[in-house]
């Protein structure tokens, strides 16, 4: 059955938000065993809808979902009955614009455009660990059969599409321009994730294993491709909600631009097992560190969980080059955006815990460049860890360092979490039991006096 939002009483004029319409829209479909609700031409105002199963959402090519113009205007966070170790944007699902809670066979697509229009959560009612993060513009729990395709979407201040507990995904087409995290797969399995051009505030594609769903689980049988991603934060990532783990995942043809953090950062930080995760065919330019592989012991989730692992993972066809310019980029949180913030100088960090960018003076010529490192702890050490045809062209000019690096990180997982500059220019790495490199080169802009690579504890 095909509905057309017109003829069901919904108006698109840009100002009428008109949830409670397609809310029984949507209903009337789910009645009839499902059925497409099309969005035509115009300007629809939308905040919390609730999918149900075999619907599909349909917008247009000239038409336009907006957000609705406050954060009020949204559903409240849903009641939950179980701990919470995850903040407010990787629990509560219902603060967003498309919700679906154990639906099967949903499809979103349509050529069309949503639009989020930047509404944060200004009084800060949801805590200030997010920082007063706004509505989700897709937001899935426990779903099957998911398609996610052909759209534009804009100016979402919490996690753009995030999904956890959900199996047969498909994800393409995408161009996404938001301030957090751009595409989330939390615990989920059979995955495709392509074609799509993002750039973030935050971090890029991340998948995450965390404890929302109330258990463990994993994600798994994942595969990324062709994909361009630009990054507030980290490009492609794993974490930092690590409680369950990864396993079986592929991501090839990506192009990284314009990175603040780290190109490919692959972390366990509270008990997760990372098991068979190769990357390869990745071109960054302008990133600041291309490469973190790290295990700590923030361990935030249930008690008695053990030290996650890292092991099987190939790092393949990967280059990191300048100029490391300047460049536009979208603000990474609501501070940043109210700021106007959207120019990114490289060399210009910002604070972070046991970083202060002041030090570097603030200019190019300064020691700016974060090293890149691959390290275990000592009681997990990474194992079988490859890299192959991997090529650094960093910015160097590192004349004075410590060779000295501390075995303690800081709390929260970054690149910078043994400190800024480590003693290596290309990659520092530590507590690896197997560790190939072949054919793995590393040059610089300017003179840097440290070793292209150092290893600590490493076989």
């Known amino acids: 059955m095909l509905i057309n939002a017109n003829d069901y009483g919904v108006i698109a004029d840009g100002k ?88 099967e066979n949903i499809r979103i697509t349509g050529g069309g455009k949503i639009d989020m229009r930047s509404v944060w959560d200004e009084d800060g009612v949801r805590g200030e660990e997010i920082k007063h993060r706004g509505a989700k513009c897709i937001a899935l729990k426990e779903c099957k059969n998911i398609e996610v395709s052909n759209l534009v979407i804009h100016n979402v201040t919490d996690l753009a599409i995030y999904f956890a507990g959900c199996e047969n995904v498909d994800i393409y087409d995408i161009k996404m ?95 997760a097992i990372i098991d068979g995760v190769t990357i390869r065919n990745v071109k960054m330019t302008n990133v600041n560190a291309p490469i973190f592989v790290h295990v700590g012991n923030r361990m935030r989730g249930p008690e008695g969980r053990k030290v996650g692992k890292i092991k099987n993972v190939t790092l393949e066809n990967i280059t990191a080059t300048g100029p490391y310019e300047e460049y536009k980029i979208i603000p990474w949180n609501y501070f940043s955006c109210k700021a106007g913030d959207t120019v990114q100088k490289p060399w210009i960090f910002g604070v972070a815990e046991s970083f202060d960018d002041t030090k570097s003076g603030n200019v190019r010529e300064s020691d700016w460049q974060m090293t890149s490192n691959v390290c275990g702890l000592k009681e997990s050490p990474l194992e079988n860890i490859t890299l192959k045809n991997v090529r650094l062209k960093l910015d160097g000019g590192v004349q004075s360092y410590k060779r000295e690096v501390p075995e303690e990180a800081q709390d929260y997982p970054e690149v910078f979490v043994y400190g800024r500059i ?37 076989r």
Request: hydrophobic share 35%; aromatic share 10%.
């Open 177 to 271: 321009r938001v301030y957090i995290d751009g595409i989330s797969p939390d615990n989920s399995k059979n995955v495709r994730i392509h074609d799509c051009d993002i750039e973030t505030g935050d971090d890029g594609i991340v998948f995450k294993s965390s404890y929302t769903l109330n258990r463990l689980d994993i994600c798994k049988d994942i595969h990324v491709w062709d994909c361009r991603v630009k990054s507030r934060c980290n490009a492609i990532k794993f974490g930092t909600e690590t409680n369950g783990g990864f396993e079986d995942i592929l991501i090839e043809n990506i192009d990284v631009r314009e990175t603040r953090i780290t190109g490919i950062s692959i972390e366990s930080v509270d008990g």
């Open 16 to 103: 009428m938000i008109e949830t409670e319409k397609v809310q029984k829209a949507i209903d009337f479909l789910a009645e009839q065993g499902g059925g497409t609700l099309r969005f035509t031409a115009g300007k629809y105002v939308l905040s919390t809808v609730f999918l149900k199963s075999n619907i599909t959402i349909e917008i247009e090519k000239n038409a336009l979902i907006l957000g609705a113009p406050s954060y009020y205007d949204y559903a409240q966070e849903e009641k939950l009955d179980y701990p919470l170790y995850q903040d407010s944007s990787h629990s509560y699902y219902n603060p967003s614009m498309f919700v679906g809670i154990d639906c």
């Open 422 to 458: 480590l003693p290596a220019k290309g990659i520092y790495f530590r507590h690896i039991d197997g560790l190939t490199l072949d054919n793995v080169t590393v040059e610089t802009y300017r003179p840097d006096a440290r070793e292209d690579f150092v290893f600590d504890d490493v």
